[in-house]
């Protein structure tokens, strides 16, 4: 059995996949659209974005404009505060490490070949990270329950594919995109609502298959295959490797890549030959593309040795002077070994209760100090009433934390539970 370390992707069965041409990090546009909204059947034009400003350290754009008064909106405080974090930009973090890692691979082994951009807004239209790759309008990351919405034609975007069609249109034909992306997910070790992804494109004419003596699709394919194996030892070194078909909307042929690491299987990333609709929709009536997706903490935590997804956002300096730019898989020295506590809640639900909506309360309450959210009971009694019982992980990465806390937090949690999901606590 692989193990997955691709953080929920559209790639990996529920995303497609930029060195900014900005010297600086301290200053760089970011563009918030503003539309409204009242359901996702409402044909609303998407409103062109507005500039404000985006430091390195925060980004200045209203709350408001964000976790905003309409009835689609489902983007809590704790994410708005996420926005302009960019890990990814930082050389010293193992985010920005794992990063600058993957650009020298490709600037060796494809000099002056793909741009690189790592600023665009994630902030985007329903267009763009939908219907742009093709998902399919009763796809489940199109939901509530795992996407976040600004309104109805905005969301925050859930893979960094959702820019792969306009840069299509403006003529790039090799680049790689990096950024921040969201998704309403599970609590646990591996799995946060904000992580990065990259994703690579590259765009074949004619003349570079025709003399190969096979059609584009297969040469495209062959190419893609030569180029992330590659990846994969520049990152892991001699590593056995396997290739595994899969399905995904915007590709045909896809594969999964899979290393054998740490005696286990382990899969490292999505991609496929893109489907032609993608580049006909661009304007490229008679080219053939191939395309990859990666997600960058599941890479790290495996390179770095990093046991839980919370750390990547510390500030504590026990973690961030472990790791230096350039040094690539240094291990995680852990300095923390603060016990758990455990709290379990029960409830009677609703047909409208969903565990990621759970976790979006818990985390609104609790925020980094909640470690898992598991389901540990379930059942259904004569009259279909169905109860599901909740175990609740504290723990702080950096302190202990008290009694008092601990069920100061858990009392805000039921609360809210009660209050917001439409559940009876038992």
Not at 20 to 31: E, K, P, V, W
Not at 175 to 182: C, K, N, S
Not at 373 to 395: E, H, P, W
Request: charged letters at 25%; one cysteine or more; aromatic letters at 12%.
């Amino acid at each position: 059995m692989a193990i997955s370390l691709t953080q929920s992707t559209l790639f990996s069965k529920t995303s497609l996949f930029l060195r900014s041409s900005c010297n600086g990090l301290n200053r760089l546009t970011f563009c918030v659209p503003f539309s409204s909204g009242s359901s996702l059947s409402t044909k609303k034009k998407w409103k062109p974005p507005v500039a404000s400003v985006l430091e390195l350290g925060g980004v200045k754009v209203a709350k408001d404009d964000v976790v905003r008064d309409d009835p689609m909106n489902n983007v809590p405080d704790t994410i708005f505060a996420k926005l302009g974090m960019q890990l990814h930009r930082r050389k010293q973090h193992p985010i920005g490490i794992l990063k600058n890692a993957i650009y020298e691979y490709f600037d060796a082994n494809y000099p002056n070949k793909f741009d690189t951009f790592d600023d665009l807004c994630p902030i985007v239209s329903v267009k763009q990270n939908f219907d742009d790759v093709l998902v399919p309008a009763d796809h489940v990351s199109r939901s509530f329950n795992d996407t976040y919405y600004i309104d109805s034609q905005t969301v925050l975007r859930c893979h960094t594919s959702a820019h792969q069609a306009e840069l299509l249109r403006g003529g790039h034909t090799h680049f790689l995109v990096t950024g921040d992306v969201y998704r309403r997910d599970s609590i646990d070790s591996t799995h946060y609502p904000v992580f990065h992804q990259m994703e690579g494109v590259r765009v074949f004419s004619p003349e570079d298959w025709e003399a190969s003596g096979v059609d584009g699709t297969d040469y495209a394919a062959q190419d893609l295959k030569k180029c992330l194996e590659g990846l994969a030892r520049h990152l892991f070194g001699a590593v056995e490797m396997r290739w595994i078909d899969t399905y995904f909307p915007f590709t045909n042929p896809s594969y999964e890549l899979e290393i054998y690491f740490q005696d286990k299987w382990l899969e490292v990333l999505g991609c496929g030959v893109t489907e032609q609709e993608i580049l006909k929709r661009s304007g490229k009536l008679d080219n053939v593309a191939w395309a990859f997706g990666l997600g960058l903490e599941r890479l790290s935590m495996v390179l770095f040795d990093i046991p839980d997804i919370r750390l990547f956002w510390s500030t504590d300096e026990r973690f961030t002077s472990q790791f230096s730019q350039g040094q690539l898989g240094v291990k995680f020295k852990p300095f923390s070994k603060y016990p758990p506590c455990y709290k379990d809640m029960s409830f009677w639900i609703s047909e409208s209760f969903t565990e990621n909506n759970l976790c979006e309360v818990v985390r609104g309450v609790a925020g980094d100090l909640v470690e898992e959210v598991s389901l540990i009971d379930n059942f259904t009694n004569k009259k279909g009433m169905t109860s599901q019982c909740y175990r609740i992980a504290y723990r702080s990465m950096e302190r202990s934390l008290t009694d008092e806390e601990i069920n100061d937090l858990q009392w805000q949690v039921r609360d809210q539970v009660q209050n917001k999901l439409n559940v009876v606590l038992r």
